[in-house]
């Protein structure tokens, strides 16, 4: 863990507008001070991220978040007693104090307060909103470890707060309370189920597919997306995918296949030639998945193969979140006949 001088010297960037990059439960932040537009500036500017994509916010406890949005409804009180540390982020009426750019312009901000010992002892020295989207190029795989930070962005971050492998590996659910019944915008660590457990049901927005503001980050139809071209597959493309990889003899495949499913089974004993790439063995349990996803799609990229296959995950609600980011970073097999 960090000693004090590194957590000071973190604090002493983010205050005179640098930016740092900070372990969090999900992924890696790539952090500035939320009031500081220079500073925010920077952030899209290293990322090369599109300006109508807003940016979380971060914060070390409500009271924090109380100051920098106009509204705390009693959901916005149920959700952060029962999932705040954690990866739930809000989107509330902001004040005037965070800059247009972290809401791409739009009068509401995302905001969360995470749950790693490293990021939350950063936030409640620094004492205010810090902005901080995935620590990697924009649209690229997120980071789960620092040196993944540091081959994406390496010098353009001013330091690294290294807090280890991240426990949750995907991204933070995001939650609208600015609407008269709250909506789930995007999947992510707390399940649907255990929102409307608090809340009651919840509206599901489809995705926007033109660049117009969004209301959340990741809302992109593509995003979270390996170098390599991606492509998912279930049971009932086996027979297309025995003739593509037929067809692509000597090129080399990186399968993601799912451990103990009957694809995974009949992949191995099939004829398809996968000696030519590699099988990545994926866990069979959501939340294990989850956080090795994000990790072998990097590992699949540093083959350099032709194109990557991920078996398709059970449609059950627990899968969600996953099913979601896999979405974003491949497209159907058909695409790729």
Request: charged letters at 20%; aromatic letters at 6%; proline letters at 9%.
């Amino acid at each position: 863990m960090h000693g004090h001088s590194e957590i000071e010297r973190a604090v002493e960037i983010l205050r005179s507008g640098g930016l740092v990059a900070f372990a969090t439960e999900t992924v890696y932040g790539l952090g500035a001070d939320a009031t500081n537009p220079r500073a925010v500036g920077r952030v899209f500017a290293v990322k090369g991220r599109l300006a109508s994509n807003p940016l979380i916010v971060h914060v070390a406890d409500v009271s924090i978040a109380r100051r920098y949005v106009t509204a705390w409804p009693e959901s916005a009180e149920l959700l952060s007693r029962s999932f705040w540390p954690g990866p739930l982020t809000m989107v509330l009426p902001k004040t005037e104090q965070i800059v247009p750019a972290v809401t791409a312009g739009l009068p509401a901000v995302a905001i969360r307060c995470p749950d790693h010992p490293v990021a939350l002892e950063l936030l409640q020295k620094f004492a205010g909103p810090v902005a901080a989207p995935s620590a990697n190029r924009s649209n690229r795989v997120s980071p789960t470890t620092a040196e993944h930070v540091r081959r994406d962005l390496g010098d353009n971050v001013d330091l690294i707060l290294d807090g280890g492998d991240c426990r949750v590996g995907i991204e933070s659910t995001v939650i609208d309370l600015t609407s008269s019944r709250p909506a789930i915008l995007r999947p992510g660590g707390i399940s649907r189920q255990r929102l409307e457990q608090l809340l009651g049901p919840l509206e599901s927005p489809a995705a926007s597919q033109h660049p117009a503001p969004a209301l959340s980050p990741g809302l992109q139809p593509v995003h979270y997306a390996p170098a390599a071209p991606a492509f998912r597959f279930g049971v009932s493309d086996l027979t297309r995918l025995q003739n593509l990889f037929r067809s692509q003899l000597g090129r080399s495949n990186v399968l993601l296949i799912i451990d103990g499913t009957e694809l995974a089974t009949q992949l191995r004993e099939s004829p398809i030639p996968i000696n030519s790439g590699a099988i990545i063995v994926m866990p069979a349990s959501a939340d294990d998945y989850a956080r090795r996803l994000y990790a072998a799609f990097r590992e699949a990229d540093e083959q350099r193969p032709s194109a990557i296959w991920v078996q398709q995950p059970p449609h059950e609600t627990s899968w969600d979140a996953v099913r979601d980011r896999i979405a974003r970073a491949t497209r159907p097999v058909l695409d790729a006949s």
